[in-house]
């Protein structure tokens, strides 16, 4: 299983982005995609979460209402449509899937629970 981030840049506040996470290698319906973000010197941080089927979507705190996670099924990706971009969103942003046949259905928030992840994609909002 392969993931292949993409779609990070410089913005200005108040702008936008949306990122990219292509899959390769076979597909995981019932399982969850995820995105996550680590700032310099800080913890990996949940962003949002989407699985495969369904309409299950989770986000994290500081996101909600700005962030979009979306996924196209047949070409096997999974988007992040970044709105209303503030400073503090800037770090290496990484998407994630989670394999494990015990959290089918589930919607994980840890960076334990997922299995694959992708290489970052740095997103860096100026003042």
């Known amino acids: 299983v392969q993931l292949q981030a993409s779609g990070g840049g410089l913005v200005q506040a108040g702008g936008s982005l949306r990122l990219s996470c292509a899959v390769s290698?076979?597909?995981?319906?019932?399982?969850?995609m995820g995105w996550f973000r680590q700032a310099p010197g800080k913890e990996r941080e949940f962003v949002a979460a989407i699985r495969w089927s369904g309409p299950w979507i989770s986000y994290g705190d500081s996101v909600k209402g700005r962030f979009t996670i979306s996924r196209d099924s047949a070409k096997n990706t999974v988007y992040l449509q970044m709105n209303s971009l503030k400073p503090e969103d800037t770090a290496d942003y990484y998407c994630?899937?989670?394999?494990?046949?015990?959290?089918?259905?589930?919607?994980?928030?840890?960076?334990?629970?997922?299995?694959?992840w992708g290489q970052g994609t740095l997103v860096t909002v100026s003042s």
């Open positions: 994630a899937i989670d394999t494990s046949p015990a959290r089918i259905g589930m919607l994980p928030t840890r960076t334990s629970e997922y299995d694959y």
């Open positions: 290698g076979r597909t995981f319906n019932g399982h969850a």
